[in-house]
Each structure stands twice: as C-alpha cells, then as structure tokens.
C-alpha cells in the first residue's frame, strides 16, 4: 500500500509570509502527527490529530496550527513566517498505538 | 525534569563489529520503547519496538533491551556494514498518551 505522502517536497518563502503543508496518511491511519526538525534539535512534536481532533500539541507557538480532514489527510499551517521556522516538517501517520510511519517530509526555507 | 538522552556524539565503528547505541530516559515510566533509523534529508523509519514487560527483542542483526529499573535502552547491531551509517532515534510511548517522546539521535559510521 502507498506510504505517507507530504508535499510539497520543497518550500522558499519569504518572512511574514504564510505556508501550508499537507500530508495524506497511509490508507486506515487515523493518527497524523507533525514534527520539526533542525540540525542538532532533533524531533520536535508539534501536534497530533485523530478523527479530525487534536489530541495532543507541542510547545510551539500560535503562529503553527494544523487540521485534519474526514479522509484523515491532514494540513499544518504556518503564519508570518519566521527566519527560524526554516526546517524539515515531518508527517507520520500511524493505526494504533505501534510504530509511526513517516513521510519524506516537506523542507521550508524562509528568507 | 523529563528527559531523554543519546550519545550526541557521532560513533565510529569498523565494519563487522558490534554497534551499541545507547538511550537513556528519567522520569517517565514508558509502555513501549522504539527505535528508528533516519537518514540526510529523509523520515524517521520504524526498526524495532519493545515493551515494558520485555528484555529482549530481536530482528535479523538488530537486537534491542530494556531495562526499566536503569531506565535504559540499548541498541545493538551485529556485523556492522557501511551501510548501517545513519542516525538511530529512540522514542518512548506511554500508556496513558499516545504522543511519542523522542531522543535526538546518534549518529552512526560505519568505516569499511
């Protein structure tokens, strides 16, 4: 069956600007978490939805919000952009409480 | 506080050793441990998960431990090859939530 899929691969956005990610979870996953990740910080959890509620959230700011749809994809958004937001953004998608899978994740560079 | 710990330090191994790999985790009491391999530019990708009640799993060379009264995790591979090189991360899960805490990896060489 298909894996995670997030696109766009590849984001350049200017700061102030707006952005937003979007990831469809394998066929029957309910659970999509998002995460950032820089060099040196490691994962960092932003949030994770299931059947359209966010059940869980991460220490980040308003600015990052997110939503999931009735077919389970999923959107995270991003408002007034930061220089320090440039990352790698990261979906997994998972059934129960076993293993996540990831997708190969959406690389934001804002300038 | 909360917290858990890779070796931040990149290990070199010579090819057909043994790669041990090592998490630590303080005041949290997981359901379940795993572990994941990550390479430059990509996703996590599932290895190996461990439960509170085990000591010992085990999946071709990979083996992983669990000692909850250490609070520690080791992660070892048997005949190590290049391309074993990676970032290895563990994340611990609890019962009670299901959000993943994660480590923030060890880099791994393996040198032919």
């Known amino acids: 069956k298909a894996g995670v899929t997030q696109t766009p691969r590849y984001l350049i956005k200017t700061r102030g600007q707006q952005v937003t990610l979007s990831c469809s979870p394998i066929s029957g996953h309910r659970s999509v978490s998002w995460y950032q990740q820089t060099p040196g910080q490691g994962l960092q959890f932003l949030f994770e939805?299931?059947?359209?509620?966010?059940?869980n959230k991460g220490n980040f700011p308003g600015r990052f919000s997110g939503r999931q749809f009735s077919n389970s994809r999923s959107e995270m958004n991003v408002s007034t952009l930061e220089l320090g937001d440039s990352a790698l953004y990261l979906c997994a998608s998972s059934s129960s409480y076993t293993e996540a899978f990831f997708g190969q994740g959406t690389r934001l560079t804002v300038v | 506080s909360q917290k858990i710990e890779q070796n931040s330090e990149a290990l070199n191994i010579q090819e057909g050793k043994t790669a041990t790999l090592t998490c630590n985790y303080t005041?949290?009491?997981?359901?379940?441990l795993q572990w994941y391999r990550q390479d430059p530019g990509r996703g996590p990708v599932f290895l190996l998960l461990i439960r509170e009640n085990e000591k010992e799993k085990r999946k071709e060379r990979l083996k992983v431990t669990f000692d909850t009264t250490l609070k520690q995790s080791l992660f070892h591979i048997t005949a190590s090859q290049p391309a074993d090189s990676a970032t290895y991360l563990c994340?611990?899960?609890?019962?009670?939530?299901?959000?993943?805490?994660w480590g923030a990896g060890t880099k791994l060489i393996i040198k032919p």
């Open positions: 994340a611990l899960a609890m019962d009670s939530n299901y959000q993943l805490i």
């Open positions: 005041n949290y009491s997981p359901a379940y």
């Open positions: 939805y299931f059947s359209e509620t966010q059940r």
